[in-house]
């Protein structure tokens, strides 16, 4: 079967019609692979969690007999180790867990400075 002369160049354009297409689909338009996806939604996840539980933290910080001098330690405390401030102090160990919840302990030094 002998082909037209057009078809090479048509087929040529298709491709690369299809390959420009998919670099500004993935690159401007949005689009993601399934790996990316599943990267973002447990980072949004440890995001939802950490925002759930630092009311907890927090109740717990207020709770101790030594708050105000506790307080005053934090708020000294660099930025970058607030959170390991609070998991040190015990607060952000949740109910039944074993472990503090890191996230959920930078969280709630955020929201016992209020920055």
Do not use: H
């Not at 087929?11 to 401007?28: D, N, Q, R, S, T």
């Not at 990316?36 to 007999?65: E, R």
């Amino acid at each position: 079967m002998k082909l037209p002369i057009e078809t090479k160049p048509a087929i040529w354009g298709a491709v690369a019609g299809a390959v420009a297409l998919a670099f500004v689909g993935f690159k401007v338009g949005g689009w993601q692979t399934a790996g990316q996806s599943a990267v973002k939604g447990t980072q949004q996840a440890k995001l939802a969690v950490a925002t759930a539980l630092a009311p907890v933290c927090v109740d717990k910080f207020k709770k101790d007999g030594k708050r105000d001098a506790n307080l005053v330690e934090l708020k000294k405390t660099e930025t970058w180790s607030r959170g390991t401030f609070i998991e040190k102090g015990g607060w952000a160990t949740m109910p039944g867990a074993s472990a503090p919840d890191s996230d959920a302990a930078t969280a709630c030094a955020v929201l016992l400075i209020g920055v």
